[in-house]
């Protein structure tokens, strides 16, 4: 007879369990219930003559355990009245043990056959063996698979031990990964798991390499796990003997170096495995790591290697088996009630679930690290997501053990835009690699792209578009880890700042110490670099703006922004406040007539002239104000304009008073509530102008708005009632409910 033990499995696992096998025996379809929602239930239903079945599953290892908390229950389960009551644990019950839960529910439970100890679930299960394949924590960690073992030769067994592994059973989650890496496997006998650190490709290959040693179908013999080289798996390959090998890391750890012959002996063991066929070879790398190698070896690009590679993505996961992950990992944890609940309560556990830094190992190390232990209860879920806001654990390692170039590479990138032109990029690079670099320093274009693949899939992904290629970060967390290395080491961002060949690289994400909320606020000593190169970029004027422009969302293509050097003054005026605060005739020197008088620009022209000295300008206070008082005429320009009546313009204040003026006003307002789709963006703008100018009278305009807003959410309403109605049915609803459901069994 089987002998599983159940602890193996969640609360959650083991109340579905109990449900699937109540539901073979007996025919009926039971509901789950979260616990602390369900008054004592955790699975009803009703029999065919109407009556109220209740069952409720119990995972405890101790009968004592169990004992006091079916008594703490008696009253819920007397309120509910059923007209039977089923209980299922994992204890293994003596007969006394039965005939005391027997008398403590006399009145509803029929007889001892509605209590079901381990012995009797593992009877059951005999005679089901859907159900337990289905639950495959079970049957890879049960005694039979174990002793079957002893009767492989597990060689090098110190390197492969099934205690660490059984442990890893305990959180693994199926997902998509698996079964996409296991048909790679059968089909071409050998696999290439990549991606980025963290994400779980040696879990993933482990678990591979178990399932395959319990299958008595598949009957592999040996498994070898491979510790140092290819040649200590050429000196046990056998022919005619089933064998599994894995080599983790096969590339190195958290850098490639390289092997004289490396690939010539892999492409050769990898040939002599799919020959075999009855061989499996399991690799693991990191997708950086693999690109450098691809770089460096020809065998290994020549042979086409990725055409057996598993990529896994933690964007492929669903928010139901990131759900279950972070769930495990807590049921496993050890963790007391009370951090439990800290992280229940408000659905904290959704906010890790959804986090754009959503990653297994974050949540491996939050839960090995204790972090319990270092705060109170009330403070702990905040301390988790500040490990989700900074995971420098999970980027630092592999960024350091990146090649120079790679790594300067990205420090580039950071202070570019989210998403930039792939030549920009390089363009950018090549100007600070020169300047770094010294005489020495042209960027040889073999050595670019060899890094570029290095970065591939693991720290960037590099795309095309539909005329040219762009570059984005393959995780939110890279640019946030990036920013964050580059805001704890000043001479990196001297030298960034000195080598910026794009105006945007001077602010994207640095900032002075008047933004509060910028990226890097650099310190007073980087103010004169700062301006250097801004003079610098301002005189040579180059953009790296992007737009958008294809509306495709699967293939998605992007161009350069026509940027003007009027709107990057504007937001380096914006970023460096308190720099030229204190340091005069920076910006003034650019604005010449072609920029202030561009019809094209006036708003950031406008907005420009709120910090500019007049002293130093060319064009005189009154050609300025003649041109714009004749010029301006949107919405967002009469706005600026306004606020220049009180500022630069100040001497011409009379001008916000006046009917001309007061026209321009609400024409401007007008066409704006023409063309816009929501009225609801126009509001704060005739807000502020009414605070700027208070002797405007705007009612006529606020009725107008008043009236637009009135008919929008009118459209809007009779336009949701039926999309929520679909939504209520879509499977992102049903996961939400299924995690919080999962979630409320640790209450």
């Given at each position: 007879?089987?002998?599983?033990?159940?602890?193996?499995?969640?609360?959650?696992?083991?109340?579905?369990?109990?449900?699937?096998?109540?539901?073979s025996?007996?025919?009926?379809?039971?509901?789950?219930?979260?616990?602390?929602?369900?008054?004592?239930?955790?699975l009803?239903?009703?029999?065919?003559?109407?009556?109220?079945?209740?069952?409720q599953?119990?995972?405890?290892?101790?009968?004592?355990?169990?004992?006091?908390?079916?008594?703490s229950?008696?009253?819920?389960?007397?309120?509910?009245?059923?007209?039977?009551?089923?209980v299922?644990t994992?204890?293994?019950?003596?007969?006394?043990?039965?005939?005391?839960?027997?008398?403590?529910?006399?009145?509803?439970?029929?007889?001892?056959?509605?209590?079901?100890?381990?012995?009797?679930?593992?009877?059951?299960?005999?005679k089901?063996?859907?159900?337990?394949?289905?639950?495959?924590?079970?049957?890879?960690?049960?005694?039979?698979?174990?002793?079957?073992?002893?009767?492989?030769?597990?060689?090098?067994?110190?390197?492969?031990?099934?205690?660490?592994?059984?442990?890893?059973v305990?959180?693994?989650?199926?997902?998509?990964s698996?079964?996409?890496a296991?048909?790679?496997?059968?089909?071409?006998?050998?696999?290439?798991?990549?991606?980025?650190?963290?994400?779980?490709?040696?879990?993933?290959?482990?678990?591979?390499?178990?399932?395959?040693?319990?299958?008595?179908?598949?009957?592999?013999d040996?498994?070898?796990?491979?510790?140092?080289?290819?040649?200590?798996?050429?000196?046990?390959?056998?022919?005619?003997?089933?064998?599994?090998?894995?080599?983790?890391d096969?590339?190195?750890?958290?850098?490639?170096f390289?092997?004289?012959?490396?690939?010539?002996?892999?492409?050769?063991?990898?040939?002599?495995?799919?020959?075999?066929?009855?061989?499996?070879?399991?690799?693991?790398?990191?997708?950086?790591?693999?690109?450098?190698?691809?770089?460096?070896?020809?065998?290994?690009?020549?042979?086409?290697?990725?055409?057996?590679?598993?990529?896994?993505?933690?964007?492929?996961?669903?928010k139901?088996?990131?759900?279950?992950?972070?769930?495990?990992?807590?049921?496993?944890?050890?963790?007391?009630?009370?951090?439990?609940s800290?992280?229940?309560?408000?659905?904290?556990?959704?906010?890790?679930?959804?986090?754009k830094?959503?990653?297994?190992?974050?949540?491996?190390?939050?839960?090995?690290?204790?972090?319990?232990?270092?705060?109170?209860?009330?403070?702990?879920?905040?301390?988790?997501?500040?490990?989700?806001?900074n995971?420098?654990?999970?980027?630092?390692?592999?960024?350091?053990?990146?090649?120079?170039?790679?790594?300067?590479?990205?420090?580039?990138?950071?202070?570019?835009?989210?998403?930039?032109?792939?030549?920009d990029?390089?363009?950018?690079?090549?100007?600070?690699?020169?300047?770094?670099?010294?005489?020495?320093?042209?960027?040889?274009?073999?050595?670019?792209?060899?890094?570029?693949?290095?970065?591939?899939?693991?720290?960037?992904?590099?795309?095309?578009?539909?005329?040219?290629?762009?570059?984005?970060?393959?995780?939110?967390?890279?640019?946030?880890?990036?920013?964050?290395?580059i805001?704890?080491?000043?001479?990196?961002?001297?030298?960034?700042?000195?080598?910026?060949?794009?105006?945007?690289?001077?602010?994207?994400?640095?900032?002075?110490?008047?933004v509060?909320?910028?990226?890097?606020?650099?310190?007073?000593?980087?103010?004169?670099?700062?301006?250097?190169?801004?003079?610098?970029?301002?005189?040579?004027?180059?953009?790296?703006?992007?737009?958008?422009n294809?509306?495709?969302?699967?293939?998605?293509?992007?161009?350069?922004?026509?940027?003007?050097?009027?709107?990057?003054?504007?937001?380096?005026?914006?970023?460096?406040?308190?720099?030229?605060?204190?340091?005069?005739n920076?910006?003034?020197?650019?604005?010449?007539?072609?920029?202030?008088?561009?019809?094209?620009?006036?708003?950031?022209?406008?907005?420009v002239?709120?910090?500019?000295?007049?002293?130093?300008?060319q064009?005189?206070?009154?050609?300025?104000?003649?041109?714009?008082?004749?010029?301006?005429?949107?919405?967002?320009?009469?706005?600026?304009?306004a606020?220049?009546?009180?500022?630069?313009?100040?001497?011409?204040?009379?001008?916000?008073?006046?009917?001309?003026?007061?026209?321009?006003?609400?024409?401007?307002?007008?066409?704006?509530?023409?063309?816009?789709?929501?009225?609801?963006?126009?509001?704060p703008?005739?807000?502020?102008i009414?605070?700027?100018?208070?002797?405007?009278?705007?009612?006529?305009?606020?009725?107008?708005?008043?009236e637009?807003?009135?008919?929008?959410?009118?459209?809007?309403?009779?336009?949701?009632?039926?999309?929520y109605?679909?939504q209520?049915?879509?499977?992102?609803?049903?996961?939400?409910?299924?995690?919080?459901?999962?979630?409320?069994?640790?209450?």
């Amino acid at each position: 007879m089987k002998n599983y033990d159940f602890t193996i499995l969640s609360p959650y696992e083991f109340e579905c369990f109990t449900r699937d096998i109540l539901k073979s025996r007996d025919n009926l379809c039971f509901q789950n219930f979260a616990t602390g929602r369900d008054g004592g239930i955790d699975l009803r239903t009703h029999s065919k003559s109407g009556g109220l079945v209740i069952a409720q599953a119990k995972r405890y290892k101790k009968y004592s355990d169990l004992k006091r908390v079916l008594a703490s229950e008696l009253e819920k389960v007397k309120k509910l009245s059923p007209g039977r009551y089923i209980v299922a644990t994992s204890v293994d019950l003596t007969p006394g043990n039965k005939d005391e839960i027997l008398e403590l529910f006399s009145s509803y439970i029929i007889s001892d056959e509605d209590i079901l100890g381990r012995q009797d679930l593992n009877a059951l299960l005999e005679k089901n063996r859907e159900i337990e394949l289905s639950y495959f924590k079970l049957w890879l960690t049960s005694t039979d698979v174990l002793r079957s073992f002893l009767n492989k030769r597990i060689l090098n067994n110190s390197a492969f031990e099934l205690r660490e592994v059984k442990e890893t059973v305990r959180t693994y989650v199926m997902n998509p990964s698996f079964n996409v890496a296991m048909d790679i496997l059968k089909k071409h006998r050998y696999v290439i798991i990549s991606g980025e650190p963290g994400i779980g490709k040696t879990t993933l290959a482990r678990m591979m390499v178990y399932v395959l040693l319990s299958k008595k179908d598949e009957n592999y013999d040996q498994f070898y796990f491979i510790p140092n080289g290819i040649e200590d798996a050429n000196e046990v390959f056998q022919e005619g003997v089933k064998q599994i090998f894995f080599f983790d890391d096969f590339l190195g750890n958290t850098r490639f170096f390289p092997e004289k012959n490396f690939d010539s002996k892999l492409i050769s063991f990898i040939h002599a495995v799919q020959h075999s066929k009855d061989k499996y070879f399991i690799l693991s790398t990191r997708e950086y790591i693999l690109n450098d190698a691809k770089n460096y070896y020809a065998k290994i690009e020549q042979n086409d290697l990725e055409i057996a590679k598993c990529v896994v993505d933690v964007g492929h996961y669903s928010k139901w088996v990131r759900g279950q992950i972070l769930y495990n990992h807590l049921v496993d944890s050890g963790m007391p009630q009370m951090y439990l609940s800290a992280i229940i309560h408000n659905k904290g556990y959704m906010k890790i679930v959804e986090h754009k830094n959503y990653n297994p190992r974050i949540i491996e190390s939050f839960v090995n690290q204790s972090l319990y232990e270092t705060c109170e209860p009330t403070k702990y879920m905040l301390k988790i997501l500040g490990f989700f806001d900074n995971p420098t654990s999970v980027w630092k390692d592999a960024y350091e053990h990146l090649p120079l170039m790679a790594r300067e590479m990205l420090l580039v990138l950071a202070t570019m835009s989210p998403i930039v032109l792939y030549n920009d990029w390089q363009t950018a690079y090549s100007y600070f690699y020169e300047c770094q670099h010294g005489q020495n320093g042209y960027l040889d274009e073999k050595e670019w792209e060899e890094n570029v693949r290095v970065l591939q899939n693991c720290f960037v992904l590099v795309k095309m578009g539909k005329n040219e290629r762009y570059v984005l970060y393959n995780n939110p967390g890279i640019k946030d880890f990036l920013t964050d290395y580059i805001g704890q080491h000043e001479s990196i961002q001297k030298r960034l700042l000195q080598s910026s060949y794009y105006i945007e690289q001077l602010y994207r994400i640095f900032q002075d110490e008047k933004v509060v909320f910028g990226d890097i606020k650099i310190s007073g000593d980087l103010y004169p670099i700062v301006i250097e190169s801004f003079q610098r970029c301002a005189k040579e004027y180059h953009s790296c703006s992007v737009y958008r422009n294809s509306k495709t969302k699967d293939n998605p293509s992007y161009a350069s922004v026509n940027a003007t050097l009027i709107s990057s003054i504007c937001d380096f005026q914006n970023a460096y406040m308190k720099l030229l605060s204190e340091n005069q005739n920076v910006v003034e020197p650019f604005l010449t007539d072609n920029v202030l008088l561009d019809t094209k620009n006036i708003y950031y022209s406008l907005r420009v002239l709120k910090y500019c000295k007049k002293d130093y300008l060319q064009l005189t206070t009154e050609e300025l104000f003649s041109f714009y008082k004749s010029e301006t005429s949107s919405v967002y320009e009469v706005e600026e304009m306004a606020v220049a009546l009180s500022g630069f313009f100040k001497e011409y204040e009379t001008y916000g008073d006046c009917q001309e003026f007061e026209k321009k006003i609400e024409e401007a307002f007008l066409a704006e509530l023409g063309s816009v789709d929501d009225p609801n963006v126009v509001e704060p703008i005739f807000e502020r102008i009414q605070k700027t100018l208070p002797n405007w009278d705007g009612s006529y305009i606020k009725e107008v708005i008043d009236e637009k807003i009135g008919e929008y959410d009118a459209y809007i309403e009779s336009m949701t009632e039926d999309y929520y109605h679909y939504q209520e049915n879509d499977s992102i609803d049903n996961e939400d409910v299924m995690i919080d459901n999962l979630f409320a069994t640790l209450e």
